[in-house]
Each structure stands twice: as structure tokens, then as C-alpha cells.
């Protein structure tokens, strides 16, 4: 059985930093590319960030690139998402999610998702 369980999320004030975490269980975790998606109240699901299944390749969407860092330890089957000079507009839930194809960067082109974690952005 396949899980993803992201950590690390929390209430936090504008400009602070957070690290996500998501461990990955009952997959072969370095025949995935790894992805996170959030989800703010009322709105839909939006990619974040991609990292390739070796790590050397990330992708970033536009509202946190230069904010954000993405990486992977495949020794520990997880992925991680820094998040710097955070601002209220990143508050929503945060998925981790694994795509066996890593061309996709949609809701639709992944293969299993995490329960997803809190970030709450303070002003």
C-alpha cells in the first residue's frame, strides 16, 4: 500500500520560513518524480513545485519561485519543500504528491497523493 505523509507545515508569521516533508511508503520512491500541489479555502488545487527522480531537475510555479526550494533524499524515500519569506497569500493546504510519468505537471497526472498539511501565513 502506497503513503505519502507529509509534516511540517504549521501557523507562522509573514517572512518566516517552513520546511515540508513528505516520506513515502510502498513505492519504489526513486521511479517517481515527486511534486507538491496546495490548495488554498475556496480554491482549487495548483502546482507548486516538481523535482525529477534523481533530483537533478526541479520546477517551480511563478508564485514561489525564488522563495521556495524543492528536494528529495532517495536513501529516506522523502521529498522536502523550503519555504522562505513566506507571505499570507502561501496559506493553504500543501500536498505531496508521486507521478511515475514526469512530464505532467497537473492534478490529473499523478498517481498518489498525501493527506496534505496546514500552512497558515499570519501578516
Not at 53 to 72: E, L, N
Not at 88 to 104: F, H, K, L, N
Request: one cysteine or more.
Amino acid at each position: 500500500q502506497v503513503q505519502l505523509d507529509e509534516s511540517g507545515g504549521g501557523l507562522v508569521q509573514a517572512g518566516d520560513s517552513l520546511r515540508l516533508s513528505c516520506v513515502a511508503s510502498g513505492l519504489t520512491f526513486s521511479s517517481y518524480c515527486m511534486l507538491w500541489f496546495r490548495q488554498a479555502p475556496g480554491k482549487e488545487r495548483v502546482f507548486v513545485a516538481h523535482i525529477w527522480r534523481s533530483g537533478g531537475s526541479t520546477y517551480y510555479a511563478d508564485s514561489v519561485k525564488g522563495r521556495s526550494t524543492i528536494s528529495r533524499d532517495n536513501t529516506r524515500n522523502t521529498a522536502y519543500l523550503q519555504m522562505n519569506s513566506l507571505k499570507p497569500e502561501d496559506t493553504a493546504v500543501y500536498y505531496c504528491a508521486a507521478a511515475r510519468y514526469c512530464g505532467s505537471y497537473s492534478s490529473s497526472g499523478m498517481n498518489y497523493w498525501g493527506k496534505g498539511t496546514l500552512v497558515t501565513v499570519s501578516s
